[in-house]
C-alpha cells in the first residue's frame, strides 16, 4: 500500500487499501472474528473489521482509531501505591473507548513485564489501525526514566519509543506517548511531585508531558491527576474535528490555569516530530 500524507500543514487523511477476493476467500468472508476487547491477558491482534464488498469482489479497508496501551504503574515496592491512579485509568477507558479505540491495560508491570508488551507491540500488525497511543502511570526522573512496578526503571526512548519504529506497520502514522510520571519523594498527604523529561527524535511521534523537566504535578489521591482528567475532558469534547496536537495545546494551557488558581504551578509539556495534522474523529466511523 502506497502512503502519501502530503504537505505537513494538511490533516492526515484516513489511508485506504484495494484488494479482489478470490472464491475461496469470499466463502471464508463469514468466519469468525476477534473483538476489539480483548481481555487483557491475550496478545494483541489486529481489529478486525466488516468488508464491504462489490460486484467484482472488490473490497475497501479503512484504517481504524489508534490502539491504545495503558501501563498502569500504582503499587509499587515497599507497600507504596499511587491512590488517585485508578480514577485516571477509568477516564481514560472511557474516553477512548467512546472513540472505538482497541485497549489494553497493563496493571502492575515490572521492568521485564514492560519490555514483554512493548516488544509485541513492536512485532504487531497494525496494517488496519491508524497509529498507537501508549499511556505511562508511574513514578520517574530525569532523562526520559520511568520506575517499574518492582523498583527497577525503564527509559522512555531506548525502551519504549525505539523499538515501536522499528515496525513497518506503524510508518507514517503516529506514535503517542502520554506520560502521568511522578519526579521525586516530595509529598503531602494528597498531592505527590510528578515530573519527566524528553530528548527528540525525527520519527512521526509526540511526547505529552504532564510537566516540564524539574517541576511538580499534582495527583489528587481522590480525584486523579489534574492533566489525565484534563485530558479526558478535552477529548471528549473535541477528538472528534480537532487534530490532537491543537487539543494537547489547550489541555497544557487549561493545566496550567487551573494548576494556578489551585495554589500551584504546574507547566505540561510536548515535544514532537514534524507533525501531520491527526484527528481521531477521521476514523471512529470506520470501525464495526
Same mark, same amino acid.
Given at each position: 500500500?502506497?502512503?502519501?500524507?502530503?504537505?505537513?500543514?494538511?490533516?492526515?487523511?484516513?489511508?485506504?487499501?484495494?484488494?479482489?477476493?478470490?472464491?475461496?476467500?469470499?466463502?471464508?468472508?463469514?468466519?469468525?472474528?476477534?473483538?476489539?476487547?480483548?481481555?487483557?491477558?491475550?496478545?494483541?491482534?489486529?481489529?478486525?473489521?466488516?468488508?464491504?464488498?462489490?460486484?467484482?469482489?472488490?473490497?475497501?479497508?479503512?484504517?481504524?482509531?489508534?490502539?491504545?496501551?495503558?501501563?498502569?504503574?500504582?503499587?509499587?515496592?515497599?507497600?507504596?501505591?499511587?491512590?488517585? !491512579?485508578?480514577?485516571?485509568?477509568?477516564?481514560?477507558?472511557?474516553?477512548?473507548? !467512546?472513540?472505538?479505540?482497541?485497549?489494553?491495560?497493563?496493571?502492575?508491570?515490572?521492568?521485564?513485564?514492560?519490555?514483554?508488551?512493548?516488544?509485541?507491540?513492536?512485532?504487531?500488525?497494525?496494517?488496519?489501525?491508524?497509529?498507537?497511543?501508549?499511556?505511562?502511570?508511574?513514578?520517574?526522573?530525569?532523562?526520559?526514566?520511568?520506575?517499574?512496578?518492582?523498583?527497577?526503571?525503564?527509559?522512555?526512548?531506548?525502551?519504549?519509543?525505539?523499538?515501536?519504529?522499528?515496525?513497518?506497520?506503524?510508518?507514517?502514522?503516529?506514535?503517542?506517548?502520554?506520560?502521568?510520571?511522578?519526579?521525586?519523594?516530595?509529598?503531602?498527604?494528597?498531592?505527590?511531585?510528578? !515530573?519527566?523529561?524528553?530528548?527528540?527524535?525525527?520519527?512521526?511521534?509526540?511526547?505529552?508531558?504532564?510537566?516540564?523537566?524539574?517541576?511538580?504535578?499534582?495527583?489528587?489521591?481522590?480525584?486523579?491527576?489534574?492533566?489525565?482528567?484534563?485530558?479526558?475532558?478535552?477529548?471528549?469534547?473535541?477528538?472528534?474535528?480537532?487534530?490532537?496536537?491543537?487539543?494537547?495545546?489547550?489541555?497544557?494551557?487549561?493545566?496550567?490555569?487551573?494548576?494556578?488558581?489551585?495554589?500551584?504551578?504546574?507547566?505540561?509539556?510536548?515535544?514532537?516530530?514534524?507533525?501531520?495534522?491527526?484527528?481521531?474523529?477521521?476514523?471512529?466511523?470506520?470501525?464495526?
Amino acid at each position: 500500500m502506497a502512503e502519501n500524507y502530503g504537505d505537513s500543514d494538511k490533516r492526515l487523511q484516513p489511508a485506504s487499501m484495494y484488494f479482489k477476493l478470490d472464491s475461496e476467500m469470499m466463502a471464508d468472508g463469514d468466519s469468525g472474528s476477534a473483538t476489539a476487547d480483548n481481555e487483557d491477558s491475550k496478545p494483541f491482534e489486529s481489529a478486525s473489521m466488516f468488508f464491504p464488498v462489490d460486484a467484482q469482489g472488490v473490497i475497501q479497508v479503512k484504517l481504524l482509531p489508534p490502539l491504545v496501551c495503558i501501563l498502569h504503574h500504582v503499587d509499587f515496592k515497599n507497600n507504596e501505591r499511587r491512590d488517585g !491512579s485508578s480514577q485516571d485509568v477509568e477516564a481514560l477507558k472511557k474516553t477512548f473507548g !467512546s472513540l472505538k479505540c482497541q485497549i489494553i491495560e497493563v496493571p502492575n508491570p515490572t521492568l521485564a513485564e514492560v519490555k514483554k508488551k512493548i516488544a509485541e507491540l513492536a512485532l504487531a500488525e497494525f496494517d488496519q489501525l491508524s497509529g498507537l497511543v501508549i499511556i505511562i502511570l508511574s513514578h520517574g526522573g530525569r532523562k526520559e526514566k520511568i520506575e517499574s512496578c518492582d523498583g527497577q526503571s525503564y527509559d522512555l526512548d531506548d525502551d519504549v519509543l525505539f523499538p515501536l519504529r522499528d515496525n513497518s506497520t506503524l510508518k507514517g502514522k503516529p506514535k503517542i506517548l502520554i506520560v502521568q510520571a511522578c519526579k521525586n519523594e516530595t509529598r503531602t498527604k494528597k498531592v505527590r511531585a510528578d !515530573s519527566s523529561r524528553f530528548e527528540p527524535d525525527y520519527s512521526y511521534y509526540m511526547k505529552c508531558y504532564s510537566t516540564t523537566e524539574g517541576m511538580l504535578s499534582s495527583r489528587d489521591t481522590v480525584e486523579g491527576t489534574i492533566f489525565i482528567q484534563t485530558l479526558c475532558t478535552a477529548m471528549d469534547q473535541h477528538a472528534l474535528t480537532k487534530d490532537f496536537k491543537v487539543i494537547m495545546e489547550e489541555v497544557n494551557a487549561m493545566v496550567e490555569k487551573e494548576s494556578a488558581q489551585k495554589g500551584f504551578r504546574q507547566v505540561p509539556a510536548i515535544l514532537c516530530s514534524p507533525w501531520t495534522p491527526y484527528c481521531f474523529g477521521d476514523y471512529v466511523n470506520n470501525a464495526p
